[in-house]
C-alpha cells in the first residue's frame, strides 16, 4: 500500500484560503491545526436524477440529468470544508481512474487534508448508482472492503488514533464498537455521530456504546424512536439526552429538534421549502452545518437552524458531496429573504437573523465546483 503525497498543492475555491472563517472568534494559540477529523469509505458516486417515476423492471428509463462526484464519507467531509472547517480524512482510495478522480477532486478541489490517506494497489474504487425521483431515492452500490493498513490500532497513532483536532464525525456501526473514538474523546476532541440503519432489526440500545464517548448524537427521526422504544421522536430525543449530552433528531419535512442534556434545554427549528432536485448527503451536510455552528458556539436554535438551511440548499444541486453550499450559497440566500421580507419580517427572517452576525457585508468567493455527468473532459493539446 502506498500513500499519495505527491498531488499537487490544492488550487481549486475551497484550496486556497477560505474567506469566511466560522472559528476566527474561537481560535488562539495552541489549538490543534485540524478542525475536524474523520474516516471512512470514499465511493465514487453516479447520480440520475429527473426520473418520472421508478425504474420498472424489464423496462429501460431515461433521466434528463445526471452527475458525477466523490461519495460515501467525502460528503460529509466536502460540506465541513465548504463552511471553512480545517478538514482531515483518513480513507482508502481505489487504484483507478475512479479513485484519482475522487483523489483530486477533494485535495485539490475542496483543500481537505489527505495526508493520513492511502491509495491501495489493485484495489478498485467502490461505486455508487442513486436514482431520484419523487423526492426520494433508490441506490444500486459495488464494493469490496479494502485491504487494512499495513498497522494495527496501538491508541497512539493516526490513523489508529486520529490526530488532535477539534472534533472528529462518526457514523456508528450497530454493535460494533471504533476503539479511534475512545482515543480520540480522550485528547480533548468533541465526537459528533449519526448512526446507519440496523438491518439485523435488533434495534437495542447496547449496540450504540460508543455514545459513551460523544458530545452530540444526530439520528433520525424513525432511528431515533426504535432505539428508544418510543412512538414520538421528541421523546426519543428527550430519552437520548440522557446517553449523551446533546441529542438531536431530524423530523423530515418538519425540521429538527434537538435536547441539550446538559442543560435541559430544547429547541425545534422548521424545515425551509424548496423544490428537491436530489436529497443525496444532505443528512450529511446537516450534520456538518451542526458541527459548524457547535465548534463556533452558536446558540442552540441557531445551530439547528444553520443546519437545516445547509441541507435545503443542498438538494437543490446534483449529487452528495457536491451538492454541499458554501457561504457564497448561505449569503445568496440570506440576501434574497432579506429582500423579500424587507418591509415586514417574516418567520424566516426572524429566524435567520444571527446570520447577520456571520456573514460579511459583501462575500464574493470563487463557484464552488458541481457534479457533471462525466469525470473529466480531455484538456485541448
Not at 480545517?86 to 483523489?103: H, I, N, V
Not at 442513486?130 to 441506490?139: H, I, K, P, V
Not at 493498513?149 to 483536532?165: E, I, K, V, Y
Request: aromatic share 8%; net charge negative.
Amino acid at each position: 500500500m502506498t500513500s499519495r503525497r505527491d498531488v499537487h498543492p490544492p488550487t481549486g475555491p475551497a484550496g486556497t484560503p477560505p474567506g469566511l472563517d466560522p472559528l476566527a472568534e474561537v481560535r488562539a494559540d495552541g489549538d490543534p491545526p485540524t478542525d475536524v477529523y474523520l474516516t471512512g469509505t470514499v465511493f465514487l458516486d453516479i447520480i440520475f436524477t429527473g426520473l418520472d417515476s421508478a425504474p420498472v423492471r424489464g423496462t429501460e428509463s431515461w433521466a434528463r440529468g445526471m452527475g458525477s462526484s466523490p461519495g460515501g464519507v467525502a460528503n460529509m467531509a466536502t460540506a465541513l470544508a465548504r463552511l471553512g472547517l480545517r478538514t482531515s480524512l483518513a480513507a482508502a482510495f481505489g487504484d483507478d481512474k475512479y479513485g484519482e478522480y475522487c483523489w483530486e477532486a477533494l485535495e485539490e478541489g475542496e483543500g481537505i487534508d489527505l495526508a493520513l490517506s492511502r491509495t491501495v494497489p489493485g484495489w478498485h474504487s467502490p461505486v455508487t448508482v442513486s436514482m431520484a425521483y419523487e423526492g426520494e431515492r433508490t441506490m444500486v452500490s459495488h464494493g469490496h472492503q479494502a485491504p487494512p493498513p499495513d498497522f494495527t490500532f496501538d491508541g497512539r497513532h493516526a490513523p489508529g488514533c486520529p490526530p488532535p483536532s477539534r472534533a472528529c464525525v462518526a457514523s456508528l456501526v450497530p454493535g460494533r464498537r471504533e476503539p479511534w473514538l475512545e482515543c480520540a474523546a480522550g485528547r480533548g476532541s468533541r465526537i459528533f455521530a449519526d448512526v446507519g440503519w440496523d438491518d439485523s432489526g435488533r434495534w437495542d440500545p447496547a449496540d450504540l456504546a460508543d455514545l459513551e464517548h460523544c458530545e452530540a448524537f444526530l439520528p433520525n427521526a424513525e432511528e431515533a424512536m426504535r432505539y428508544t422504544r418510543t412512538s414520538c421522536p421528541r421523546a426519543a430525543a428527550r430519552k437520548l439526552a440522557d446517553r449523551v449530552p446533546l441529542a438531536v433528531v431530524t423530523l423530515g419535512s418538519e425540521g429538527a429538534y434537538a435536547v441539550d442534556g446538559r442543560t435541559g434545554e430544547t429547541a425545534e427549528v422548521p424545515a425551509i421549502a424548496v423544490e428537491a432536485l436530489d436529497p443525496t448527503g444532505a443528512g450529511d451536510v446537516f450534520v456538518a452545518g451542526f458541527v459548524t455552528g457547535t465548534l463556533a458556539d452558536w446558540p442552540l436554535t441557531d445551530r439547528l437552524a444553520f443546519a437545516g438551511l445547509s441541507a435545503a440548499l443542498s438538494v437543490q444541486e446534483f449529487g452528495g458531496s457536491l451538492s454541499a453550499p458554501g457561504w457564497a450559497e448561505i449569503a445568496a440566500w440570506w440576501q434574497q429573504v432579506r429582500l423579500c421580507e424587507a418591509g415586514a419580517p417574516g418567520a424566516l427572517r426572524r429566524q435567520y437573523a444571527f446570520l447577520d452576525e456571520v456573514l460579511p457585508a459583501a462575500y464574493r468567493p470563487a463557484p464552488l465546483a458541481r457534479a457533471v455527468p462525466t469525470l473529466g473532459f480531455r484538456r485541448p493539446a
